[in-house]
Every structure is written in structure tokens, then in C-alpha cells.
């Protein structure tokens, strides 16, 4: 039999994050571990507030899960089954799947990548996100992290202060930028007029900044829009690829949002078969969640899991960046 265990991880960011969902200091993640008393897997839970997961719905579900069998579950197949009769929410479902998979690679032997059928992890250069700052406090906000050591930089931009931090930001520094506009914009006139304000050849792309309900509005921004768009909040653990190619340019998949590798590695698969961008993308999680993403990131257009270095303290140290590039310890 399996032992099963869970246990809170308090999460203190360096700074203040400010993004258009609010505003925060730190983080409540879950570490989740299987053992069999020699080898032992670990996976990653980083509850999402916008789509009502709380810890303590969490902690239901888990509870849920070990009464349900958790612990007698004996194969891949077993543990899939038992997440389709008691369905946990999606971090949750990616915490537990993600230990029981790295258990059983450690146990044959075999590579994460491998089961999963990707290439090698490679060295990643991502991108890192600078948080919804004053225009007059990026300078020194760039310096003081050294932010000119990384390949790309993303800028949340909401419709008050993002036209001005991003004329800032592209002032200052030299580098290729990303959009995040997290639904906060409302206005597909707005937005498609600060749209055409942009550097094209520095502004690679916005992610979501419209609201995922403005279908209609982004199927007709699409073929406006002089920069291109990528869904992120629109991409859950389903997604609608017909209706989405109408709409974006390319999704950014998310293993915590998608509930496991093995629902990640379908998104995969179906946003190459729409011939849509694929980003892979975090959240506010720890080094243990960027390993995750990096057995899949060799086989994606574009790397976006810089979230673990926003952290005070990473307890983990499984992935190490230098210059702006990520290396797998």
C-alpha cells in the first residue's frame, strides 16, 4: 500500500505582485508526496483563486480522494480512474497525478520526458514578468533586479497604466516583450487602439486581454489585431480548438490549469493540430512546478515559467536560471 501525504507550502514573494486580479504578497501552495517507503514522488498544488480554488476546498477534495482508495491504487490506470469518479480541482488533479507518475518513473527507472513522449529537456530561456509598476519606478526597477539578463520580458498591461509602463518598458530596455492583459480589458476599440501604438518587432504577443466571454469580440479582433493573441485564461483543462483558432494565435497551456501532464501534453497535441502558438506557461509556483513544465517545454514555441523566481525563499532548488536561461538540477 501507498502513503500519501500533504502538507502547505507558505509562499512569500519577493515584492509586492500586481497584476489586474489583485494585488499579493504571498502564496499558499500544497506539496503532495506518494512513497512506497524506497522510492517516492512528489507533485506540486497551486491553488487558483478565479476559479474558486480555495485551500480548504483542496483539502476537502484530498480527504475525498484517500477515503475513495487513494492509497490501494496500484497503476497509472487505477489513479485516472479514481480522479474521473472523485474529480479534484485542477491543481489538485495535477499535484496528485504528477507524484504518482514521478513514484513510478523512479521506481522503473525511466525518464519523465520519456513516459510522457517528449524530447530531452533542453535549456529554456524564459520569460519574466514585471509586475504592474509606476512609468517612473521601471528604470530602477530593471536595474535593481537586473532584469536586462533575461531574453524576453512580460508586461502586465491593464487599459490605465499599461500604455504608458509598456512605452516605458520599451524605452529602458532592449529586449522582445510579451503582453499580459489578464481580462482586463473591456473595450475591443481600446485595446485594438493601443494595439496599433505597439512596436511590432518588439511586442511578440498579448495574452488574454479581453475577458474569455468576449468570444464574438476576439474572433473579430483576430484578423485586426497587428499583434498577435494568445488565449491564457480561455485554455482550462478543456478547450474548444475550433472555436479557439478563431479567436487567438496561440494558447498558453498551463500544467496546474490543465490538471496534469497527461491533459497537457493533449492540449499539446491539439493546438499543433490548429496550427496555433504553443506557450508553456506557470503560475505562482515553486521549482517543483517549473521541473514539471520543463519535461514537456522542448516540444513548445515559447517558455514563460520564470514564476519560482519571484519567490523569497524557493525550497526546492530543482531548476536553476543563469542569464535568463533555465537549467533542470
Not at 29 to 38: A, M, R
Not at 87 to 114: D, M, T
Request: proline share 6%; aromatic share 8%.
Amino acid at each position: 500500500m501507498l502513503t500519501w501525504h500533504i502538507e502547505a507550502l507558505h509562499l512569500t514573494l519577493k515584492h509586492t505582485f500586481v497584476t489586474a486580479h489583485g494585488a499579493s504578497t504571498e502564496k499558499l501552495n500544497f506539496l503532495v508526496q506518494v512513497s512506497d517507503g524506497t522510492y517516492s514522488g512528489f507533485g506540486e498544488a497551486a491553488p487558483s483563486l478565479r476559479t474558486g480554488e480555495t485551500p480548504e476546498l483542496l483539502l476537502q477534495q484530498y480527504k475525498v480522494l484517500l477515503v475513495a482508495g487513494l492509497p490501494q491504487v496500484q497503476s497509472m490506470e487505477e489513479l485516472l480512474q479514481l480522479l474521473v469518479q472523485h474529480p479534484p480541482v485542477n491543481s489538485l488533479r495535477f499535484a496528485v497525478e504528477a507524484a504518482y507518475l514521478h513514484y513510478f518513473c523512479q521506481h522503473k527507472g525511466i525518464p519523465v520526458h520519456q513516459l510522457l513522449g517528449q524530447p530531452v529537456p533542453q535549456p529554456q530561456a524564459t520569460c519574466f514578468s514585471v509586475p504592474v509598476t509606476e512609468p517612473g519606478e521601471v528604470q530602477e526597477l530593471i536595474t535593481r533586479q537586473d532584469l536586462d539578463r533575461f531574453h524576453y520580458l512580460k508586461v502586465k498591461a491593464n487599459p490605465e497604466q499599461g500604455p504608458d509602463l509598456v512605452k516605458e518598458v520599451l524605452r529602458v530596455t532592449s529586449q522582445p516583450l510579451v503582453l499580459d492583459g489578464n481580462e482586463s480589458w473591456q473595450d475591443p476599440g481600446e485595446l485594438l487602439g493601443f494595439l496599433h501604438t505597439l512596436d511590432r518587432e518588439r511586442v511578440l504577443f498579448m495574452e488574454q486581454p479581453l475577458p474569455a466571454s468576449k468570444v464574438a469580440a476576439y474572433a473579430h479582433m483576430k484578423g485586426e489585431s497587428p499583434i498577435a493573441l494568445v488565449a491564457d485564461e480561455s485554455v482550462t483543462d478543456t478547450a474548444d480548438f475550433e472555436l479557439m483558432r478563431s479567436q487567438f494565435h496561440g494558447v498558453n497551456i498551463k500544467l496546474m490549469r490543465a490538471g496534469g501532464y497527461l491533459n497537457g501534453v493533449r492540449l499539446l497535441k491539439e493546438a499543433r493540430k490548429h496550427g496555433l502558438k504553443a506557450v508553456i506557461g506557470c503560475t505562482a509556483e515553486t521549482s517543483l512546478g517549473a521541473w514539471c513544465s520543463m519535461q514537456l517545454s522542448s516540444a513548445f514555441d515559447f517558455v514563460d515559467l520564470g514564476g519560482f523566481l519571484h519567490l523569497a525563499e524557493e525550497p526546492f532548488a530543482l531548476v536553476r536560471e543563469q542569464e535568463g536561461v533555465l537549467y533542470l538540477k
